[in-house]
């Protein structure tokens, strides 16, 4: 009977981490697709950075503390683009002489087709969606590591030591990469962000 209770219990905890795992998948889906759009350009490759982050997190980290996933997965995140960008620098000089069509059409992108929970007037949320534009090719534009720590900071709002274990660098990195990407973002969206 004992044993009974014991199985009992053992999969009541098994599940209840399951269920743990679920919610805090569900709470970085969007903003960490958000993260690789706006590093990546491309929702399609996005999407997949952002599964396969999933996976490679799932397969390797499940069993870590919970206080230790949101570093562990934003870590993952990073390299997935990292390794993308190396990726897509290798194809460019293999086959920079095919010209491939469509890839500079604007794709659909499933985060800013959910539905908001209030929705600002027709004027306002023009005004809105310039200042969003206008925020993600400046972030866009940062140096990758400067985007990283700004996404993770600003956008993911992690500390500065769990930003620094996502990046894999000091405190004292994070903090300068963070203050130059935002001292550049307050330069070029002046009219938009005062």
């Known amino acids: 009977?004992?044993?009974?209770?014991?199985?009992?219990?053992?999969?009541?905890?098994?599940?209840?981490?399951?269920?743990?795992?679920?919610?805090?998948?569900?709470d970085v889906e969007r903003r960490a697709f958000r993260m690789?759009?706006?590093?990546?350009?491309?929702?399609d490759d996005a999407l997949?950075?952002?599964?396969?982050?999933?996976?490679?997190?799932?397969?390797?980290?499940?069993?870590?503390?919970?206080?230790?996933w949101r570093p562990l997965f934003f870590r993952i995140?990073?390299?997935?683009?990292?390794?993308?960008?190396?990726?897509?620098?290798v194809r460019r000089r293999l086959f920079a002489w095919i010209s491939i069509g469509g890839e500079d059409e604007p794709g659909h992108d499933p985060v800013a087709a959910a539905p908001e929970k209030s929705q600002p007037g027709p004027e306002k949320q023009a005004g809105l969606d310039d200042?969003?534009?206008?925020?993600?090719?400046?972030?866009?534009?940062?140096?990758s590591r400067?985007?990283?720590?700004?996404?993770?900071?600003?956008?993911?709002?992690?500390?500065?030591?769990?930003?620094a274990a996502a990046m894999g660098c000091s405190d004292g990195s994070v903090k300068q990469h963070y203050y130059r990407a935002v001292h550049t973002l307050r330069a070029a969206l002046g009219d938009h962000w005062q």
């Open 1 to 26: 009977m004992v044993l009974d209770d014991l199985g009992s219990v053992r999969e009541g905890s098994a599940l209840d981490e399951l269920r743990a795992m679920d919610r805090f998948l569900a």
């Open 77 to 89: 995140l990073r390299n997935r683009i990292t390794d993308h960008h190396r990726g897509g620098s």
């Open 131 to 143: 200042a969003m534009r206008a925020l993600e090719n400046a972030v866009g534009k940062l140096p």
């Open 48 to 68: 997949d950075i952002v599964q396969d982050t999933m996976l490679r997190f799932v397969r390797k980290y499940a069993d870590r503390p919970r206080d230790e």
């Open 36 to 43: 690789a759009d706006i590093a990546i350009r491309n929702p």
């Open 146 to 163: 400067q985007q990283q720590a700004f996404m993770l900071r600003a956008v993911e709002g992690l500390d500065v030591a769990a930003t």
